[in-house]
């Protein structure tokens, strides 16, 4: 049995309906990651699971143990906020310490595990700080250190680094997925930024409209996208409907799938065993750091492919450009949108 | 030397408009006599010395202190945890929340008197209790606004949910992170409510009058016996008012900087 259980959980504002019958499974040590655009139900999935909302239908067990109506705090869980909310009358040891003064433990273990939780996330020096005192980063650790110390059965992160600049969620990125690994923490994050995603999960579950439309590994989701929703959200895929795949490449032979993803990475500029060749134009060129990607219109058919960036500007735009493409990297997608 | 524009001739004439009045008192309670001369004949302190030597005047400044801060405490220990429930629990019945703040500005102190007096006597409560109560009600709009913006600058319901999570109940997150957060709007509100009460004349005259003489009723009754006195009554007044608005003041910049550190 798995050590966190969702099953059939529904949830309507109002008219709207928020979680369709949505099932999920956790093992303990887990990071799974909750992925989807805004409104898909993410946050409310994790609202439900901390006992911040109430679902209109369904169970969560966790341990083995149903916690569907148990009040959020004796849940155990632990819940890193979008905005922190962090206490701003409380300093950063104040904060820490907050939780296991509410479960009554002895003041020296409280100290002793208050330390060692700041050395976790490596906040040394700022116990006597206020949250106001401190860069976004360090709130950021105070609220993982919180979280932390009262050793949750499950941590939840709301969208922890999204307020944060690019580099400072990069480092923090790997500081979480080391801490999560240390204290082999069972954890759910949601977030809508699929690097992020890809960067710290065991296992990527991509919502939509209240329900889980595909899950797996990153490099399952990436590679594998089996809706048209998964291969446009997890990536720049070109997705072709059966009736463009033929006009570009009629040797291709479809199955009984409407739409196909391409990956842009695996169009290549050289030729190669098997591969389909497509001329077409040359109608953009972007550069996106370390890839340089190409809008390239052939028969009707508007297509992206990246390649690493060269030393030399590319001067391709209006010009004509053969590239090759190799079968097996057709994804069928069953959509049933399609 | 700088010549001064029209805006600073304005800034003058609005400032010396509004202190011509204060001055003035303020030097006819200093004034031995000042009837027949354009300034007074001399100055002295035995209006004051006299004021403060007068024991029902003490009596009715402690009636005054009495009446308005125990109102204010009792308005505050009853209003902010309900404001506090509607703001973060109940957001929807706010609008008849303020429909209520409304209502306390629409009615006038008159009617609002003359309704109680129908109303409640001869039902054996004390009339100073009926006056107490409707104080209550009446600071409502200034506890309300203040305690309501405080609350949403500190986002108190993500710090409500962030401490039940840590394991405290609804009751000990209010105490131990809600009030402390915002105490300063407290204390503001808290200092306004005091003050208005403390100036308040027309209910507690027809309501109790002269059976609980406050400082204002005092001041009425002295208005016709000695304009020294009545003058030295209202700078104290004005300077105790001075000194609330001064704290007041400071406290409000305490909760700016709470809205700085809640929005850092």
Redesign the interface.
């Known amino acids: 049995m798995s050590y966190v259980q969702i099953n059939h959980l529904s949830k309507k504002f109002g008219q709207q309906t928020v979680l369709q019958q949505l099932d999920l499974t956790l093992e303990k040590g887990q990071l799974i990651t909750l992925l989807g655009p805004s409104g898909c139900g993410k946050s409310t999935l994790l609202r439900i699971i901390?006992?911040?909302s109430a679902p209109d239908s369904g169970t969560i067990r966790i341990d083995g143990k149903d916690i569907t109506t148990t009040?959020?705090?004796?849940?155990e869980?632990?819940?890193v906020?979008q905005?922190y909310?962090?206490?701003?009358?409380?300093t950063v040891a104040e904060n820490i310490s907050?939780?296991l003064e509410?479960?009554k433990m002895p003041m020296a273990q409280i100290r002793r595990s208050v330390q060692e939780t700041i050395e976790l996330v490596g906040l040394q020096g700022k116990e006597k700080a206020?949250?106001?005192e401190l860069s976004g980063g360090q709130q950021q650790r105070v609220a993982l250190a919180?979280?932390l110390v009262?050793r949750p059965k499950v941590l939840l992160l709301d969208e922890p680094l999204s307020a944060l600049d690019a580099q400072i969620r990069k480092t923090l990125q790997k500081q979480l997925r080391s801490i999560q690994r240390e204290l082999s923490m069972t954890t759910v994050l949601v977030t809508h930024d699929q690097e992020e995603a890809m960067a710290v999960s065991d296992r990527i579950c991509i919502m939509d409209a209240g329900r889980i439309v595909q899950q797996g590994t990153p490099h399952e989701i990436y590679t594998r996208p089996r809706c048209e929703f998964v291969a446009r959200f997890i990536g720049s895929y070109n997705v072709l409907t059966a009736e463009e795949l033929l006009r570009l490449a009629p040797e291709f032979s479809c199955s009984s799938a409407k739409l196909y993803a391409i990956r842009p990475e695996t169009l290549r500029d050289q030729e190669m065993e098997d591969g389909i060749a497509v001329t077409g134009t040359v109608d953009n060129v972007t550069m996106l750091g370390n890839i340089t990607r190409y809008e390239i219109s052939a028969v009707g058919v508007r297509l992206f492919a990246d390649y690493l960036h060269h030393s030399w500007e590319p001067q391709d735009i209006g010009r004509k450009k053969t590239i090759y493409l190799d079968p097996k990297d057709v994804i069928p997608l069953d959509d049933a949108s399609a | 030397m700088r010549r001064m524009n029209p805006s600073h001739i304005s800034f003058v004439l609005v400032l010396t408009y509004l202190f011509l009045p204060v001055a003035a008192t303020l030097i006819y309670s200093l004034a031995t006599e000042w009837n027949k001369t354009v300034l007074p004949e001399g100055l002295t302190l035995k209006w004051f010395a006299e004021l403060f030597r007068d024991f029902p005047f003490l009596q009715a400044l402690g009636r005054s202190f009495l009446l308005s801060g125990l109102t204010t405490v009792a308005a505050l220990i009853v209003m902010v945890p309900a404001i506090f429930v509607i703001v973060v629990y109940a957001p929807r019945l706010e609008r008849w929340v303020q429909t209520l703040v409304m209502m306390t500005y629409a009615v006038p102190g008159v009617i609002m008197a003359v309704g109680l007096l129908r109303t409640y006597s001869g039902t054996g409560i004390p009339m100073i209790l009926v006056t107490a109560g409707a104080y209550v009600v009446g600071l409502l709009p200034f506890i309300y606004q203040g305690t309501r913006n405080s609350l949403r600058t500190?986002?108190a319901a993500?710090?409500m949910?962030?401490?039940?999570?840590?394991?405290?109940?609804r009751g000990?997150a209010f105490v131990?992170?809600i009030v402390?957060?915002i105490m300063p709007g407290i204390l503001v509100a808290g200092l306004l409510s005091f003050s208005i009460l403390f100036g308040e004349f027309v209910l507690v005259n027809m309501l109790v009058g002269g059976r609980f003489e406050t400082l204002q009723i005092y001041l009425y009754a002295k208005l016709s016996k000695s304009g020294h006195i009545a003058s030295a009554i209202t700078v104290t007044y004005f300077l105790f008012m001075a000194i609330i608005s001064g704290l007041a003041v400071k406290f409000s910049r305490g909760n700016k900087a709470?809205r700085?550190?809640?929005a850092?």
Not at chain 2, 161 to 166: G, K, M, P, T
């Open positions: 901390s006992g911040l009040r959020p705090k004796d849940r869980i632990g819940m906020f905005s909310a962090l206490f701003p009358n409380l907050f939780g509410m479960k206020f949250p106001h919180r979280s009262t | 500190i986002h993500s710090l949910e962030a401490a039940e999570l840590l394991g405290a109940s000990r131990k992170i402390p957060n709470t700085k550190e809640a850092s």
